[in-house]
């Protein structure tokens, strides 16, 4: 069955790094953009930074931009998000996701706390 499970969450000061990943399983990887999205406690999920099939191609938030990295090794079925120069405002829930739009495909990890906070 589809699985995406995310790691690397956890407890870091401002300004610190963290890397998150996601392992994907039972479908065919190579054929979906992947994204990380966020939800914060009260507020809507939000994209945070989005790859193409390929990789050649990546989308962040403005919020993010220049601070996080988004990557895929489509060998290995993962994808992965280097956070730093981490705000208290970065902090929550984030999810990988799995999109194939044109078939009206979308799969969600479980999600992966991270908290920033001194």
């Known amino acids: 069955q589809v699985q995406l499970v995310e790691s690397g969450g956890g407890l870091v000061q401002p300004g610190g790094s963290l890397r998150l990943s996601c392992a994907a399983s039972g479908f065919t990887f190579i054929w979906y953009v992947m994204s990380w999205y966020r939800q914060a406690p009260g507020k809507e999920r939000e994209l945070v930074a989005k790859i193409t099939s390929s990789g050649r191609t990546t989308n962040y938030a403005d919020s993010v931009k220049g601070r996080f990295t988004i990557s895929r090794d489509n060998a290995r079925k993962t994808i992965d998000l280097q956070m730093n120069s981490l705000k208290p405002e970065d902090t929550a829930v984030y999810y990988c996701?799995?999109?194939?739009?044109?078939?009206?495909?979308?799969?969600w990890g479980q999600g992966t706390q991270v908290t920033v906070s001194s």
């Open positions: 996701n799995a999109d194939k739009s044109d078939r009206g495909l979308s799969y």
